[in-house]
């Protein structure tokens, strides 16, 4: 293991307005080491690693990278001192080829020919085969991700941050990425991981930094530590994992028989001959990487997109050629992965987007008149029971935080006295306590009775409140198991395995 | 010969009569492509064209005139940009805005101006290659300004196509925050796509004033700004089909004009809407494939980019 210092970060601080993201940061990072930023969403991780990359300015402390001043005024700064970051959020622009992309994110490209010839050259040996003449948006989730490091590879990095990886790749595809990490860490390349999820981290990190609130609360070794342990750092309190009773499943409520829909999403993926049938106090669980029509599957089910008329029953009707609103009353609620612009109306507040879903369910509107007390006590009702932080039901959607806007809008949905759910990645960007009172409450309405559809890529999450498991994959479902006893093996084919990743390992 | 029409001498004549709209066009391409939507193309050839009128009288030199109208264009191309780019305004209420304030401003300078001559356009002289049969009136006989038109269609092909700076401009209209992220200055890129647009759009208002008219009249351009803002979205933002497409319009004007003079029996108003009808058909007919990708749509068109988001 290699003792010198890389970068050294000291006392850095950053505030915006009303928050404070980074209070007094410090820690090192050693040239090679796989070093990990551990801490919860909003505790100033992405802040602190765009100041290294220099997008954004501190406004007090020092940076020092091997031994010289290091302070970054934009990226192409930081690029040429040998830092390079792989984007949590994909930088790439899907209507240009794989080359292009490259180019873009380079200081002094070759000519396109050449670049090619690199790309393919560098992308074998790091076992991560990539088609430079390809359109970024015809790729898998997991090859976009390729494209990114192959970007910041062809530069040489001396450190590499990566920003949550691994949220939307397969457990294959995070044992090839984990693979590759290694191999560029024993050729002396740093890497500063930024995650949450701690099984990870422990298997791939050398060293790691806890920040809670923008402070740094700990630094350790995370083989050293327990995955419960370093969860109790990163959240400050003691966790309770959600309660879930004995129960039997009842009658058929939700019944999907050879849905095909296709993408109204150019780039999107078509549903193929999905079935499904979910029972009343049953959650069925459906895994997926990213892009593989997820978002299809939502709209097919919530009555956003129309189908057959016998592909979707409600209860044993017919509901498929009925909008949303149809839908809810016939018991069905959805409640869809985008925040604001799908499931709540930004600038709109709390009130008129409780009204927007609730008015059909909690007989809001009266022979076409609001009966504004009645959705305001609504509206309340669910800040109440679901722990929303806001000022009051007056304040606009946009002006929430991702984790009480989420609270909000899977309350609302699951407080119209619904038979079937249906959530799309409802824990997404929600820290882990918020996120652990929305599993409660999926499991609460599971236990009364209803019939609950959860689409995540969250693979714990699924296994810890599933029934039932299957995986959507280019498309069509996988047919569903009980979770009872499924490894994650399985999962991982289930899901389409590595999109071919393996090969290439065989030959490096 | 139908009708007594000369296919040479309709060609010939077509292709001045569609320049105008295809640099307005182009113009509006590359602005397109870097993400905005400049619906002040209308407002920007008719500056372009009074401002060309007037220096083009006074100095005598036409191509003065055109300097002064791409200036005038892309002055302001300009104001719509600061507007949009640095006060963050809504790019459509403020391009029709633009218009409005162009067709205005354009009839107070051009007060005094109607009725005078401007001085001609010479055609490029290409000597006995102007005699030659069919070639001849086609290819080598016509001035300046449609040369580089025909040049900029190609410049503009390849700029996209094969440029480090076209890539990052396609880049900045396909996703302006990664660009951002990725350390390009989406702001600047935009402010000079536009600047570019504008000044083709005053280019192609002045050739109207200067070369097919040519004189000054109040709403000179009668709507070209528009055809070209339609071209470019049928053309699914190709320079190649933005040629094809603005010469099936300048075309079908053409042809209708010369069928209402042989007196063909169809009605004036249904000769006069073909020009519209045909061109918009035409490329609706090329751009039906599916998908995004294929229509070519710069994803953060007529977006607003603010960098704190």
Redesign the interface.
Known sequence: MKDTELLAVEGITKAYPGVVANSDVSFRIREGEVHSLLGENGAGKSTLVKMIYGLVKPDSGRMRLRGAAYEPKEPREARSSGVAMVFQHFSLFEALNVAENVALGMENPPAQRALAERIRTVSEDYGLPLDPNRLVGDLSAGERQRVEIIRCLLQDPKLLIMDEPTSVLTPQEVEILFKTLRQLSSEGTAILYISHKLEEIRDLCDGATILRRGKVVATCTPREKTARELAELMVGETLTPPARGEKVPGDVALDVVGLSVASPNPFGTSLQNVHMRVRKGEILGIAGVAGNGQDELLLALSGEIPTDRDAVKIAGRGVGDQGPNARRLAGLVAAPEERLGHAAAPDMSLTENALLSGAVRKGLVRHGMIDWASARSFAEGVVKDFDVRTPGVGTAARALSGGNLQKFVIGRELSQDPTVIVVNQPTWGVDAAAAASIRQALIDRAAAGAAVVVISQDLDELLEIADNFCALNGGRLSAPRPVQGLTVDEIGLMMGGAHGMEVAHAHA | MIAGIDPVVLIASLMAASTPILLAALGELVAERSGVLNLGVEGMMITGAICGFIVAVHTGSPFLGFVAAAAGGAALALLFAFLTQVLLSNQVATGLAATLFGLGLSSLMGQGYSGIKPPPTANVPFGPLAHLPVLGPILFSHDWVLYFSLALVVGTWAFLKYT?AG??L??VG??H???H????RVRLIRTLALAHGGACAGLGGAYLSLVRVPQWTEGITAGAGWIALAIVVFASWRPGRVLLGAYIFGGVSVLQLRLQAAGIAIPVQILSMAPYLITILVLVVMSAR????AI?A??ALGRVFHASD
């Open positions: 480090r890539l990052v396609r880049a396909e996703n925050d990664a660009a992220a990725l350390g390009y599916r998908g995004r990708a070519g710069p994803a």
